[in-house]
Protein backbone atom coordinates (compact mmCIF):
# COMPACT_ATOMS: atom_id res chain seq x y z
CA UNK A 1 0.00 0.00 0.00
CA UNK A 2 1.39 3.43 -1.31
CA UNK A 3 -0.36 7.07 -0.74
CA UNK A 4 0.59 9.86 -2.45
CA UNK A 5 -0.36 13.66 -0.89
CA UNK A 6 2.51 14.62 -2.38
CA UNK A 7 4.60 14.02 -5.65
CA UNK A 8 7.63 14.19 -3.88
CA UNK A 9 6.44 12.60 -0.75
CA UNK A 10 5.31 8.74 -0.39
CA UNK A 11 4.51 6.47 2.38
CA UNK A 12 5.06 2.74 1.52
CA UNK A 13 3.42 0.46 3.89
CA UNK A 14 5.41 -2.57 5.06
CA UNK A 15 3.68 -4.54 7.76
CA UNK A 16 0.23 -3.49 9.33
CA UNK A 17 0.32 -5.08 12.95
CA UNK A 18 -2.33 -5.36 15.22
CA UNK A 19 -2.00 -6.87 18.46
CA UNK A 20 -5.15 -8.14 20.77
CA UNK A 21 -7.02 -5.63 22.20
CA UNK A 22 -5.13 -2.59 20.83
CA UNK A 23 -7.08 0.30 19.81
CA UNK A 24 -4.93 1.05 17.04
CA UNK A 25 -3.12 -0.77 14.09
CA UNK A 26 0.36 0.17 13.41
CA UNK A 27 1.49 0.83 10.26
CA UNK A 28 5.06 0.18 10.07
CA UNK A 29 7.09 1.23 6.64
CA UNK A 30 9.30 3.99 5.27
CA UNK A 31 8.69 7.56 4.36
CA UNK A 32 10.34 8.66 0.84
CA UNK A 33 11.08 12.30 1.06
CA UNK A 34 13.45 14.30 -1.65
CA UNK A 35 14.46 10.64 -2.70
CA UNK A 36 15.33 9.70 0.85
CA UNK A 37 13.97 6.87 2.94
CA UNK A 38 12.82 7.56 6.50
CA UNK A 39 11.57 3.91 8.13
CA UNK A 40 9.38 4.44 10.84
CA UNK A 41 5.82 2.97 12.28
CA UNK A 42 2.79 5.33 12.80
CA UNK A 43 -0.44 4.22 14.85
CA UNK A 44 -3.82 4.61 13.39
CA UNK A 45 -6.85 3.95 14.88
CA UNK A 46 -9.18 1.45 13.38
CA UNK A 47 -11.78 3.65 12.02
CA UNK A 48 -9.20 5.71 10.65
CA UNK A 49 -7.35 2.68 8.90
CA UNK A 50 -10.69 1.66 7.72
CA UNK A 51 -11.26 4.74 5.96
CA UNK A 52 -7.49 4.99 4.76
CA UNK A 53 -8.20 1.29 3.08
CA UNK A 54 -11.76 2.02 1.49
CA UNK A 55 -9.82 4.95 -0.20
CA UNK A 56 -7.18 2.68 -1.33
CA UNK A 57 -8.57 -0.39 -2.20
CA UNK A 58 -12.57 0.41 -2.00
CA UNK A 59 -15.29 -0.48 -0.05
CA UNK A 60 -15.94 -4.04 -0.68
CA UNK A 61 -12.12 -4.56 -0.42
CA UNK A 62 -12.41 -3.21 2.46
CA UNK A 63 -15.16 -5.06 3.91
CA UNK A 64 -14.01 -8.09 2.63
CA UNK A 65 -11.46 -7.60 4.79
CA UNK A 66 -12.55 -7.10 8.26
CA UNK A 67 -15.58 -10.09 7.84
CA UNK A 68 -12.26 -12.63 7.08
CA UNK A 69 -9.91 -11.06 9.86
CA UNK A 70 -9.12 -13.10 12.90
CA UNK A 71 -7.52 -9.47 14.43
CA UNK A 72 -6.07 -11.88 17.08
CA UNK A 73 -9.11 -13.51 18.62
Known amino acids: MTTKTN ?3 TFQVNYIIYEKNDTAILLDGAVRINNKNYYTSIPIDLVRFSH ?5 IGFQKTNSLWNRADWGQ
Open 7 to 9: PKI
Open 52 to 56: LCEKI
